[in-house]
């Protein structure tokens, strides 16, 4: 827990707790939320948090209006230029044609709504809620009669369109772009020296990843968490809607692409054949492909980049939890799954190790824990 010591460990002012925000919330904020948006008459009710969460969110339910989610940023990690540039790029993706929850305007006109308690400064907004369910929420079973390739075609062809429309992007309120966080000096402060090879490692895939192309048809607004917990399938359709866009940023657009393909592994992760694992990763690529293509271009040259955006994946993933330990005010640690995407980068094993001996069937993408 926050204390004086990791304070002062990790160099930080002292933070609010999730659960701080919480009663605050319920004593101070939700009275003035549904009184910015006119929520007089709904149902409010706080959504489970999940781990690495950085809101508070809230479902809102009143019948015959459907269903809307507060969410509330309290971290210090973003703007309000930050959150602004975020909101106005879903609704420009969602007045656009992209399969997006829409943004809702406070009764101001407001996108974005500040709230200031006791010195500290709450980002609130309003968002229609997705149709549809997770694939978690559904058992991960698709829908009846329908083919698993049509949703992998699907995932492509959403993700295809909001990157065509980001190549059409100019935006007011600009996000931040991938190398202004993800650079050497962060890594640096971020990382315990005890992993300085995985720092090595880290510098040299961001020196990879800063020489290349940069063009238009190659990097702009992206999600930057394109998974399967952040849409909403519609079940009699088979309609993805995309959401939470609250680590979207400007970089590579194969990023996005290498998170869809993190996303299938979990489809094969039990095969102990790793030629068989192989072969299924391949077939549904191929298929999350030709979804994509179908609403924008891409060239055979960046898809042959897949393995070291993979990597990429696995480094944000590691600073995501480093930045959760000191948002937290946690003593640093490694546990199995993260010393695995660890080992992953600091042996340069590609395709998170799921072709490698290190794989294991049994205890998936899980690596000795080591201390720091």
């Not at 907004?125 to 559904?138: I, P, Q, T, V, Y």
């Not at 009669?145 to 935006?171: D, F, M, R, W």
């Amino acid at each position: 827990m926050l204390n004086k010591d990791n304070i002062d460990k990790w160099g930080l002012e002292e933070i609010m707790t999730y659960n701080e925000v919480v009663t605050i919330g319920d004593d101070y904020l939700l009275p003035l939320v549904s009184e910015l948006y006119g929520l007089e008459g709904y149902a409010i009710s706080l959504v489970k948090a999940h781990a690495g969460g950085r809101n508070v969110a809230y479902t809102c339910e009143k019948e015959g209006a459907g269903s809307k989610i507060i969410r509330i940023a309290f971290l210090h990690d973003r703007s309000r230029e930050d959150v602004l540039a975020e909101v106005e790029y879903i609704r420009y993706l969602f007045e656009h044609g992209g399969s997006v929850s829409d943004v809702i305007s406070s009764r101001s006109g407001n996108l974005l709504e500040e709230i200031t308690h006791h010195h500290h400064t709450f980002f609130v907004c309003l968002f229609d809620r997705a149709r549809g369910k997770k694939l978690a929420d559904n058992h991960y079973r698709y829908r009846e009669g329908a083919p698993i390739a049509e949703y992998y075609y699907n995932c492509g062809k959403v993700l295809g369109k909001l990157h065509q429309l980001s190549k059409e992007y100019t935006p007011v309120h600009r996000r931040y772009s991938f190398s202004e966080k993800y650079n050497a000096e962060y890594i640096d402060q971020l990382i315990p020296d005890s992993l300085a090879l995985l720092k090595e490692k880290l510098v040299e895939l961001l020196k990879a990843l800063e020489g290349l192309d940069r063009s238009h048809e190659s990097y702009g607004m992206i999600h930057f968490d394109f998974n399967d917990g952040n849409y909403m399938i519609d079940f009699d359709t088979g309609q993805i809607t995309v959401y939470d866009f609250d680590n979207s940023c400007f970089g590579w657009y194969m990023y996005d692409l290498a998170d869809l393909w993190r996303s299938g592994v979990g489809w094969i992760r039990t095969e102990p054949d790793a030629v068989k694992r192989q072969k299924f990763m391949d077939d549904y690529f191929k298929t999350v492909l030709d979804g994509y293509r179908s609403e924008t271009r891409i060239e055979n040259s960046a898809v042959e980049q897949l393995p070291l955006f993979i990597q990429a994946t696995l480094m944000e993933h590691i600073v995501d939890e480093f930045e959760c330990m000191r948002n937290n005010g946690d003593e640093p640690e490694c546990d199995e799954e993260l010393s695995y995407l660890i080992k992953c980068l600091e042996d340069d094993i590609p395709y998170m190790g799921f072709f490698d001996e290190i794989y294991s069937c049994e205890e998936p993408f899980a690596f000795e824990s080591r201390d720091i």
